[in-house]
């Protein structure tokens, strides 16, 4: 997910208000999913620790509730504002074979 893809602010607000279960943990998950390549691994454990929570008793009208999705809110701002980490590029473990290690290995077969 880029930037440009991320959901704005006022659309995770609709889905964490969402009688919708689903629309809940999904706006939840989005958090976590930012969280996971954080580079700053505070704001990644603050994040990851305000999700494993999970989503608190449905009540829209709860001033707790009401708490819980602006503190939502207020993750998800810092985790697209937060850089990013490097991710290194993978390393090969397979090794092609090099024709003068080949011819090595046959004298010594050959022997």
């Known amino acids: 997910m880029t930037q440009t893809d991320a959901p704005q602010a006022s659309t995770l607000r609709a889905q964490l208000l969402s009688p919708r279960v689903a629309d809940r943990v999904q706006a939840l998950y989005l958090i976590e999913q930012r969280a996971e390549g954080l580079s700053d691994s505070a704001l990644r454990r603050e994040l ?64």
């Open 48 to 111: 990851q620790q305000f999700v494993s929570r999970g989503v608190p008793y449905f009540a829209p009208e709860a001033l707790s509730y009401q708490a819980w999705v602006a503190r939502a809110l207020v993750c998800w701002e810092r985790a697209w504002q937060a850089p990013r980490a490097v991710v290194a590029a993978p390393v090969h473990t397979h090794r092609q074979p090099r024709p003068e290690r080949l011819r090595v290995a046959r004298a010594l077969a050959c022997g």
